[in-house]
T-cell receptor
Framework: EAQVTQNPRYLITVTGKKLTVTCSQN?????MSWYRQDPGLGLRQIYY???????DKGDVPEGYKVSRKEKRNFPLILESPSPNQTSLYFC??????????FGPGTRLTVT | AQTVTQSQPEMSVQEAETVTLSCTYD???????LFWYKQPPSRQMILVIR??????QNATENRFSVNFQKAAKSFSLKISDSQLGDAAMYFC???????????????FGTGTRLQVTL
């Protein structure tokens, strides 16, 4: 089954404790992105990758890091999480054209 | 920069009736895609329908259809024969059609919450 997976689905952590949210896709897509969703703001892109070892900032990259060492994986790293990073996070993948396919989302709470 | 506007934060429709959700966008590009995504309470983002800008014919997927007015930069979603399962947040989204980094991004509207009543 073609899909994008994310782990964990729910995470509660404390300020400053490094965490990683994993993302994997099995569709051999070139493009992968991370978005955050906040009430009243829709989804905003954090980082994207156009292929292995090619990543760049989206609209709201502050406080986040990413890597793309393999085509299928695109982890999101929060090295020192803060409460303003409490949000719903989505990973997405796509070809260079057309729709993006989304993972199930990760609900992150930073206290 | 591209922007997407959904001016209806909430809409309500009776079961079996028809409802139209509005979306406008702003772009100077000629090659792009427009989408409607549905987000039910499970929070999963589900693609409802897509429209390529170069296609004049409006896209249709079963009970879902769009009214794409390219000159007016309008992209509304019509849901016919509404069902209880259609209750969700609906997002309009835009994506450039080229191979640039910017084309990696979906630009979303702020969403319309659709309630379906008996």
């Amino acid at each position: 089954e073609a899909q994008v997976t994310q782990n964990p689905r729910y995470l509660i952590t404390v300020t400053g404790k490094k965490l990683t949210v994993t993302c994997s896709q099995n569709m051999n897509h070139e493009y992968m992105s991370w978005y955050r969703q906040d009430p009243g703001l829709g989804l905003r892109q954090i980082y994207y990758s156009m292929n292995v070892e090619v990543t760049d900032k989206g609209d709201v990259p502050e406080g986040y890091k990413v890597s793309r060492k393999e085509k299928r994986n695109f982890p999101l790293i929060l090295e020192s999480p803060s409460p303003n990073q409490t949000s719903l996070y989505f990973c997405a993948s796509s070809l260079h054209r057309g729709e993006q396919y989304f993972g199930p989302g990760t609900r992150l709470t930073v206290t | 920069a591209q922007t997407v506007t959904q001016s209806q934060p909430e809409m309500s429709v009776q079961e079996a009736e028809t409802v139209t959700l509005s979306c406008t966008y702003d772009t100077s590009e000629s090659d792009y895609y427009l989408f409607w995504y549905k987000q039910p309470p499970s929070r999963q983002m589900i693609l409802v329908i897509r429209q390529e800008a170069y296609k004049q014919q409006n896209a249709t997927e079963n009970r879902f259809s769009v009214n794409f007015q390219k000159a007016a930069k309008s992209f509304s979603l019509k849901i016919s024969d509404s069902q209880l399962g259609d209750a969700a947040m609906y997002f309009c989204a835009y994506r450039r059609g080229d191979r640039t980094g910017t084309a990696s991004k979906l630009t979303f509207g702020t969403g319309t919450r659709l309630q379906v009543t008996l």
